[in-house]
């Protein structure tokens, strides 16, 4: 029997509005590359295991008690036997088959990568298409220094490479992605595939979208400051790391009151010794007024918030 090249990866809890979507776009995907599909059903309390189930014959099902979507990653890396992985996130439905074969190819031809990403495109519950994201190429500047998570979603990497630096870590509940990419990036190179070959559905119970809270800005910087911590990066962009860092949990505070913006603000410049490379101006003058902000905030139209506070 042939082995898969890629296991793709889902863990799902609470997901019966979109996981069939999902499950039939993997399952479809027009590609030459042999898979198998890894479904984790993190203890749904709703009919999620009875529509996975339906696919058992397909797809291989492993249902746990819910313990957090980076466990149940770590269970599928665990029960993965593909050279390469792919996380499919349950409601994110594969967009084009054709992203399988290229990076599958990229990975195979260059062996100091260890990570390969596609640009994306957003869409809403229907499945429409909202905006589409044109990601930077790989540097750590930008990844590191610019707290930006390069890979989104249909980022491929090596499952030898994930599971030698321990696969994702629980202790984040929001940052676990980006805290696997960082500890990834010392392995090796990430590659960008420059065409939009996956998507990302933003809707009201989406973590980045509802729970912009203290707990998530302190974790912001928590992530970084850790990976610091053994990192042999030049100074430049460690101090822009962190700059960044405190500039991007300070702007939470706009969403929420127990954070202290102007405090993290001022941390920032202090960290970075000018304004972080992220920074908005509109964003940075209300930190630094605060509290007398919150009352120019009332002329602050809550679109410009959502366009220029996005996490």
């Known amino acids: 029997m042939e082995l898969p090249r890629v296991s793709v990866i889902t863990p799902v809890y609470n997901g019966e509005k ?11 995907a027009v590609t030459d590359v042999p898979l198998e599909y890894i479904v984790i059903n ?6 999620t295991l009875e529509l996975i189930s339906r696919y058992s014959s397909k797809i291989q099902v492993l249902n746990f008690e819910n313990q957090g979507e980076s466990a149940s990653v770590n269970v599928g890396l665990a029960a993965a036997r593909g050279a390469y992985v792919v996380v499919v996130s349950a409601d994110d439905p594969i967009l084009d088959g054709s992203l399988f074969d290229k990076a599958v190819r990229i990975l195979d031809k260059n062996p100091t990568v260890v990570a390969v990403y596609p640009d994306w495109q957003v869409i809403n519950e229907m499945g429409e298409v909202e905006r589409k994201i044109t990601v930077e190429d790989f540097s750590l500047a930008a990844l590191v220094g610019k707290n930006k998570t390069l890979p989104g979603p249909g980022t491929f990497f090596r499952r030898e490479s994930a599971v030698a630096i321990g696969g994702r870590r629980s202790k984040w509940k929001f940052v676990g992605d980006y805290d696997f990419w960082l500890r990834l990036s010392a392995l090796g190179d990430f590659q960008r595939i420059p065409e939009f070959l996956a998507q990302w559905r933003e809707h ?7 729970q912009k809270n203290l707990h998530m800005a302190n974790e912001r910087i928590q992530v970084v400051e850790e990976f610091l911590q053994d990192s042999d990066l030049p100074p430049a962009i460690q101090n822009m790391a962190l700059s960044n860092a405190y500039y991007l949990s300070a ?8 954070i202290n913006g102007r405090k993290l603000m ?12 992220e920074g908005h101006p509109v964003i940075i003058l209300y930190l630094l007024l605060y509290p007398l902000s919150r009352y120019i905030s009332l002329i602050i139209p809550r679109s410009l918030a959502k366009k220029t506070l996005k996490p």
Do not use: C, H, M, W
Not at 18 to 28: A, D, H, K, P
């Open 204 to 210: 009201s119970s989406s973590t980045s979208v509802s």
């Open 266 to 277: 001022l941390q920032s410049l202090r960290k970075g010794r000018r304004f972080p490379s």
């Open 18 to 28: 979109y996981i069939q979507e999902t499950i039939e776009s993997v399952l479809n």
């Open 251 to 258: 702007r939470l505070a706009y969403f929420d009151k127990a």
């Open 42 to 47: 993190d203890g749904s309390t709703d009919r």
